[in-house]
């Protein structure tokens, strides 16, 4: 059951991350009302996007779904009068310059008052028309959820390629990744995104974003919205302009620990837990952990819904919900680049390079000095926030 909860310390973080969201959101919404009447029935879809997904609205034009690609149409849109243009530019200037909102107010007042500018609001929560410092949020312990509407976020998606003049795709293929992210060093709260690749069209969004301190309790709970969203696209599929387009997921991709969590099978460290065949690990007493066994048999879909390896899941017998979502659970379901590679093998590379006990191994004093030299050079040409991810 869904609870309007007031926001607290607790959620600040949530509120900063869709604020800006919003913003750009009303921008767009105020020039989306002077579209012509024939665009109503998408108007509500794209209404419930900007407004309670909380996402940029793409830049859309127009489009009329009774015309061929070799015909164009021309909208009859009311004429602009010198306070829409005011108010649009202003729109513009808070939303470009992230002027603080309390500043927002102050000019707004200002040109009230002094400029004679009375059509103008006083303050810049009516301007923007934020939300008033509450948000819709389902509870789910020990945190909050908040759903966005997967039909709604392909059909902006849908609506963009057709402004730009991309044909639209006879089917839509999903790929997801759901894992913890924390908020900051100093206290325990963490994001845990649902997020949602097109492939082909490499375009990015968010299905849904739990916060709370720790982890969803109930997996099945956490992505129960989200494989509710996908079955039905799985059924009816979506129907755009008197189309429809197949929707289907073709993976999963995340790291060890989160996959564990979603699949609800023991961890990568667990004795039987090689996600590829059916191995048991073995101790080597030097804090490590091997699969020696080259030759066991490997796991598929079947083996895997049908348990017969049952040690390599959990104990309570529970089923995933994702089980129900991905069609081959162990060719569909991959572990990512960035942790096996970036931050697995190589880093175990570098510890022998740099840290290795014999000489004959260990890169030279004048080869680490060179590397670090390199490294300081192309600092420059590489934006920190691409590697915010410590090793």
């Known amino acids: 059951m869904s609870h309007v909860l007031v926001l607290t310390t607790e959620n600040e973080e949530l509120e900063t991350f869709l604020s800006q969201e919003r913003l750009n959101d009303n921008l767009q919404h105020h020039k989306l009302r002077q579209h012509h009447t024939s665009m109503m029935s998408y108007r509500k879809i794209l209404s419930k996007i900007f407004f309670d997904l909380n996402f940029e609205e793409p830049d859309i034009m127009t489009w009329n779904g009774e015309l061929n690609s070799n015909q164009t149409t021309q909208l009859q849109l009311p004429e602009k009068t010198q306070e829409?243009?005011?108010?649009?530019?202003?729109?513009?200037w808070a939303s470009s310059t992230q002027v603080p909102y309390i500043h927002v107010s102050s000019l707004l007042k200002v040109l009230h008052k002094n400029a004679a500018l009375?059509?103008?609001?006083?303050?810049?929560r009516t301007l923007l028309k934020s939300l008033r410092g509450k948000l819709l949020f389902e509870d789910m312990p020990p945190g909050k959820y908040r759903h966005f509407d997967l039909e709604a976020s392909l059909v902006r998606f849908i609506v963009a390629l057709q402004s730009k003049g991309i044909q639209i795709p006879s089917e839509i293929k999903l790929l997801f990744n759901a894992d913890g992210l924390p908020l900051s060093k100093s206290c325990s709260n963490e994001f845990w995104p649902i997020l949602v690749r097109?492939?082909?069209y490499d375009y990015f969004f968010a299905a849904g974003i739990?916060?709370?301190r720790g982890k969803p309790a109930d997996v099945n709970v956490y992505l129960k919205f989200f494989a509710a969203d996908i079955h039905h696209l799985k059924i009816s599929g979506l129907q755009f302009e008197g189309q429809k387009i197949n929707v289907s997921v073709c993976g999963m991709s995340s790291d060890a620990?989160?996959?564990a969590y979603i699949l609800n099978i023991k961890g990568h460290n667990a004795?039987?837990?090689?996600?590829i065949c059916t191995t048991r690990e073995l101790s080597s007493g030097l804090e490590e952990?091997?699969?020696?066994?080259?030759?066991?048999p490997l796991r598929s879909d079947s083996s895997f819904r049908k348990r017969e390896n049952i040690q390599h899941h959990n104990n309570n017998q529970i089923r995933s919900v994702v089980e129900n979502i991905i069609d081959d659970l162990t060719a569909d379901v991959h572990l990512d680049y960035m942790h096996l590679v970036c931050i697995g093998c190589f880093q175990k590379i570098l510890n022998v390079f740099f840290c290795h006990p014999?000489?004959?191994i260990r890169l030279s004093p004048a080869a680490s000095l060179a590397i670090s030299a390199f490294r300081e050079h192309v600092c420059q040409y590489i934006p920190i926030s691409d590697f915010a991810k410590k090793a």
Do not use: H, W
């Not at 009375?118 to 810049?124: G, R």
């Not at 952990?289 to 066991?296: C, D, L, Q, W």
């Open 271 to 275: 004795f039987y837990g090689c996600r």
């Open 289 to 296: 952990v091997t699969f020696p066994e080259i030759n066991a």
């Open 257 to 259: 620990p989160a996959m």
């Open 210 to 212: 739990y916060q709370g």
């Open 358 to 360: 014999f000489d004959n």
């Open 198 to 200: 097109i492939q082909v």
């Open 84 to 92: 829409d243009a005011v108010i649009e530019n202003l729109l513009q």
């Open 118 to 124: 009375t059509y103008l609001p006083l303050y810049s």
